[in-house]
């Protein structure tokens, strides 16, 4: 491929402090670059320097002729009359005024008769029209009207002032206007910031699809692996280059530090010995040989070995909690509303228990948050309560952390009121453990920047002692190791958890429940993470609270209409037979339901796996009339007996509804599916114990699956 840009050797300083030493990379059309690094490395500058808006102190940057770049700037426009539409429209001025002037173009050559002129603007407007056909521009409003939704503006909101925009939506019409010029070259710094889920994917989707090259800083994991096919690690300032997303760089880095690690010790071990040679046979029988290892030794400390470029993951942890009830939470029929008496959770019935890590999802401002200050009784429901379990101690991070005193030393700020015994010495442990050392300890809280705000606000939280932790976005402005390290700490605390988070990867990795928050108020509980939920969306088990029609009329119990899991039968002709069949019983209009109630045989067609649900002693029954008189059976004897009826089954399970035991089979089976996924991974497969835990819990799930089935097979004869 072409390559489009060439860096060579850029340096920058602030005041004495170097951030970028010797940077130097190329850039291919067509590369989606992911560029990474810890908080504080430079990955901004870097970015500010390729767009022109800061100056390096050294180093070339060649781009190719007619190469145009952009840069998502985060900026905030507050007296701007014009409307979203209108600014959106600005990042097409060039192709506007290009239709205008092929317009005039056009009558221009209607009108003239001289030949010369009539040659000279044929070829203009032969290549304006070219021109435009390339940008699709005979198109634009369609194309404004797509990235305007995408990025997450309804239909209402586009005639909006800009100057009413918050700066999160502010953000989102910048990220609309670099898309719709599609420079050569797009620069995006954190580009999935205030999107909600819905809006990320579309994100993903739409960098992944085009053709122009992308610089991409981002901590949104997944965003990474989606979009990018290359890696620049930039780390104490210089670059490390790795092919693929980021997955494959973790990979890579591994490999690639086992040879950095051995190659330094080797040079360490070769120098020592070096030194000390000569440091005992300097004077002496072995004097030439001392001088020749001298010389030996100038040579290695000319070309010395680079130590291993690791990145260190923060030692976060969180302090071993005291034993609670059973019960964390109990929530019984939880409604809130705000705007115009518009729930924003209706109903809302759930327990959290003891140990438990639930994750809440739900599309921006459908109560998230507001639900979280419910449960700390920090806001009153509209009906329903919520119960606290017994022995609770909650530590609470919040996203505004407004938790820390602005005012203090950040050495103060994270001692908590009801710890009286805390010496300086364990608190500036504590710190250290999140990242914050040194002077950054005896800095004032309002001179940290987001990152270090954070990771503040969570050693506060590690030193309240708290046995259940409540995060409303713990990772904002946290880099990729922080919340590895972040996730570390979660997963090994032994309370119980419950937060909101809009980094899947994330979710993916702490949460083993979910409390999904729908648009129409409806929620939906699920037992497993993001890959489950996905899971779920994709077989039509679940609605997808984050699509535009999610509020669509759907079954109570089911959380999803049946027009539209017959649509997604329908859409997926490769389901097999056993999954369709499950769900047919499940999904028919309430008007079609009532009529195959009435008719005396029609009942639901199940699998051919599971026993024919309608027997005949059962259909012998169904035709008896009031009196008790008898009906013969198909298989009367000869003597013309009739068999009479026979006794009510009894029932080996508890009664349950299939459409639940249906849900609670493809559950378990993602979590076949995810532990097999984990058995692939390599450091699970180099490890014994773990690989025997993993097959012992695969075979439980699969006892239990069968178990399942046969409830189902159970319910579906006798639940009549």
Known sequence: MEVILTVEHLRKYFSSDPVLVDVSFQLRAGDKVGLVGPNGCGKTTLLNILAGREESEKGTIDKASGTSIGYLEQRHQTDCRRTVLEEAKLALAPLIEMQHEAEYLANQLAQTTDETELIRLSVRYDRIHESLQHHDAYHFDYRIEKILHGVGFTDDEFSKPVSALSGGEMNRLNLAQLLLEEPDIMLLDEPSNHLDLLATEWLENFLHDTSASVILVSHDRYFLDRVTNRTLELFHGTIDDYSGNFSKYTALKEERLTVQTRTYEKYVEEVEKA?????????????????????????LMETPANPPRKIESLPMHF??????????????????????????????TFNIERGQRWAILGPNGCGKTTLLRCLLNEITPDSGQSIHGQGLKIGYFDQQLHVLDDSLQVLDAIRPVNKKVFEEPARRNLLGSFGLTGDQQLQKVASLSGGQRCRAALAKLSAEDANVLILDEPTNHLDLWARAALEKAIRDFGGTVLFISHDRYFVDRVADHLLIIQPDARFKILEGNYSTFRHMVSKGLIADPFLADACSDRKAAGGISGKS????????????????????????????EQKKINKETAQPTPNKKYKEPL?????????????????PLDNTNSSGVTKTKKEKKVRKFPFRKTHEIEEEIFARETQIMTLNEDLLRPEIARDGERTKTIHHEIKEEQDKIALLYEHWEEANELNW
């Not at 030194?275 to 040579?299: S, T, V």
């Not at 899991?565 to 079609?592: C, G």
Request: glycine residues 4%.
């Open 275 to 299: 030194k000390e040679f000569i440091r005992r046979n300097h004077y002496g029988m072995k004097a030439a040989q001392a001088e020749d290892r001298r010389k030996k030794l100038e040579r």
């Open 615 to 631: 027997r005949k002693e059962e259909h012998w029954k169904n035709q008896q009339g009031k009196t008790g008189e008898t009906v």
């Open 565 to 592: 899991m017959v649509s997604v039968i329908k859409q997926n002709p490769n389901r097999n037979n056993k999954e369709q069949n499950l769900w047919k019983t499940n999904t028919q209009p309430k008007e079609i």
């Open 319 to 348: 302090s071993k909690p005291k034993r609670t009830g059973d019960i964390i939470f109990r929530c019984e029929k939880l409604s809130k509303s705000f705007t115009f008496g518009k729930p924003l959770f209706q109903d809302l």
